[in-house]
């Protein structure tokens, strides 16, 4: 039997027959039935099989012998290991999921992670580029544009509709030709489920989406480019990681700022509109959210800032 390394680590490279089995059917589960992302779904099956690999080196190599103490046990070397309780939470949901469906499949007749409990998740507020810091960003981005280099048109084009729309960098990344709608300005998106929505830009992304589409597209077009609006350096669909990397170091460059990465973007356009007096259904709708409770930690962001503006001016705070 190979040794499961560290939870904190990779995962053990072998799994022993059940429990591997197990892992390729509930892949299949999640991508067929749930239509979960590939990052979704790379994202369940590394945590399970940490799991899988931690109670396999306790001597477990079956699904029905596995025990909560195995649970437990596994949860407490993730705290021992220093990972965070966002992460320990999240690790003990995946295991929660799993062996649901597990019962659900009868590959095991009692589940004992029904009584599983991790830590409550921190409570962190998202971090917000201010709109000074933006203005300063996106001046930075017009100017390298105007000379009408095909990348500096694309860095513009792209962050213009981050924030413009507050997309996800997938959803960026996954955009196509035909999605646009330049003369009602809006486009549509496939979201996380698989779910397609329709979200409203401005001017100033509909103009640097125009001057990408115009001058910077065709210097990396090529055959393998397809309808993808946003390409890589070979000419194919950007991917995220490109995309990850002009923003963080456009952040990197502005400075003063703890922001990082597209979502940073994201959680700014948020807050801004609900800053500008937006419906908080208006902005779970743009946003794509499931679940309002989720477009609610905004306000917070909201609240804090107008508490501190409170706090510094009024003459009995």
């Known amino acids: 039997m190979a040794v499961a390394k560290t939870p904190a680590g990779k995962p053990a490279a072998d799994l022993s027959p059940s429990f591997a089995d197990a892992v390729d059917r509930y892949r299949r589960y999640l991508e067929a039935e749930r239509n979960r992302s590939e990052h979704t779904v790379r994202a ?17 190599e ?22 965070s309780r966002s992460t320990i939470a999240r690790r003990a949901a995946t295991a929660r999921s799993f062996m649901a469906w597990a019962e659900r499949e009868e590959l095991i007749s009692v589940n004992p992670a029904l009584r599983l409990r991790a830590p409550k998740r921190e ?4 971090h917000v580029v201010t709109r000074a810091q933006l203005d300063s ?6 100017e390298a544009a105007a000379a009408g280099e095909g990348g500096a048109l694309q860095a513009r084009a792209m962050v213009e509709l981050l924030y413009g729309t507050g997309i996800r960098v997938g959803e960026l990344t996954g955009l196509d030709i035909d999605d646009l709608n330049t003369e009602r300005r809006t486009l549509t998106v496939l979201g996380k489920g698989n779910k397609e ?17 115009r001058r910077g597209r065709p210097q990396f077009s090529t055959a393998a480019s397809g309808p993808a609006v946003f390409l890589g350096r070979r000419g194919g669909r950007i991917d995220q990681r490109a995309v990850r990397g002009t923003v963080q170091k456009m952040f990197a460059a ?10 940073a973007i994201r959680h700014s356009t948020a807050t801004h509109l609900l800053d500008g007096g937006a419906d908080l259904r ?16 905004y306000t917070h962001v909201s609240v804090d800032r107008l508490r501190r503006s409170y706090e510094q001016s009024h003459p009995r705070a």
């Open 62 to 83: 079956r699904l029905e012998d596995m025990e909560l103490s195995d649970f437990r046990a596994w949860l407490g070397s993730l705290d021992s290991a220093g990972l």
């Open 44 to 60: 369940y099956l590394t945590d399970l099989e940490l799991l899988l690999g931690f109670v396999q080196a306790r001597g477990t």
């Open 282 to 297: 208006a902005v779970q709708e743009i946003l794509g959210h499931n679940s309002l409770a989720t477009t609610q930690i």
């Open 254 to 263: 502005l400075g003063g700022t703890s922001a990082s990465g597209p979502h």
């Open 123 to 126: 409570k962190s507020l998202p």
């Open 197 to 213: 929505r329709t979200v409203p830009f401005g001017v100033p992304a509909a103009h640097a989406l125009d001057d990408w589409l």
């Open 137 to 142: 960003i996106f001046a930075s981005l017009e």
